[in-house]
């Protein structure tokens, strides 16, 4: 177990009615962070900010600021949960590392994301295979603090965690969450701009995006539950979204189709 995780005792649970989950749940110790690692986090954010401000969305520029993340220093989770939370009900929890499916989808569906507090070191500035806090706090939570892609995120997570041992229906889901929580973007101002978390914590996954160009489709739900894709590989087709409600009414679409 890392020196940022500390097991919780069944008393300490902050969300007692999780269940697959209640296992890898964990406490964060800021204060363990290291001042390199401190220095990692904001060597991470100043090579994505200036390309970010120029190609995110709004969405996540706000969240951005409305949680508080900083350039200078990992984020305490509490504290961005304290931000959080009275936005949409959503909280940035602690979790040990990936989690089962069923553990995910309980999560999402109780407005937790699970969220891993080790940090890639120096050698891995830009991409790692494991998860770390800069992928799910940088590249994820901000979208969390918008009313409608929260929304979409929980009904993700309540439909999937109807469809337990179903591995067909499941693996098409997972292409709506790949093509839009992780590899999403969207058409702002007569302009692609993104809000993956893939695309938005990898600087260059993102300048792929917007200077080489993969093929930008307009979402398509149908498409998009049938489109297998690669994660080893920049990818060759995006979907983009006209509003996050779009995403939304997919996320319900898709749980009346397969469920």
């Not at 296992?23 to 954010?45: F, G, K, N, R």
């Not at 508080?68 to 220093?73: A, F, I, N, T, V």
């Not at 994660?231 to 939304?248: G, T």
Request: with cysteine; charged share 20%.
């Amino acid at each position: 177990m890392s020196i940022h995780q500390k097991q919780l005792t069944p008393a300490q649970l902050k969300n007692r009615q999780l269940v697959a989950a209640r296992p890898y749940l964990i406490e964060q110790d800021w204060a363990a962070y290291t001042p390199e690692q401190h220095a990692t986090w904001s060597e991470l954010v100043r090579r994505c900010m200036p390309q970010l401000r120029q190609y995110a969305c709004q969405e996540y520029l706000d969240g951005f600021q409305q949680i508080g993340l900083r350039e200078d220093s990992i984020p305490d989770l509490a504290a961005v949960s304290a931000k959080l939370q009275p936005r949409t009900g959503w909280n940035s929890t602690p979790v040990s590392g990936y989690l089962p499916a069923a553990a995910f989808f309980e999560m999402l569906a109780a407005r937790r994301f699970p969220t891993t507090t080790t940090l890639r070191d120096r050698s891995s500035l830009e991409y790692t295979p494991e998860p770390d806090i800069f992928h799910d706090v940088f590249g994820h939570v901000p979208m969390h603090a918008h009313p409608v892609f929260a929304d979409f995120l929980y009904e993700y997570g309540r439909v999937c965690g109807s469809m337990a041992g179903r591995t067909d229906d499941l693996t098409r889901m997972g292409r709506l969450f790949w093509f839009t929580v992780e590899f999403g973007v969207i058409r702002q101002d007569g302009r692609t701009k993104v809000y993956g978390s893939g695309l938005i914590s990898s600087h260059g996954e993102c300048s792929y995006v917007v200077e080489r160009g993969p093929e930008i489709r307009d979402f398509n739900l149908d498409q998009v539950l049938e489109h297998e894709f690669s994660i080893s590989e920049m990818q060759p087709v995006l979907y983009a979204v006209e509003s996050f409600q779009q995403i939304y009414e997919a996320a319900q679409e898709a749980g009346r189709r397969l469920g």
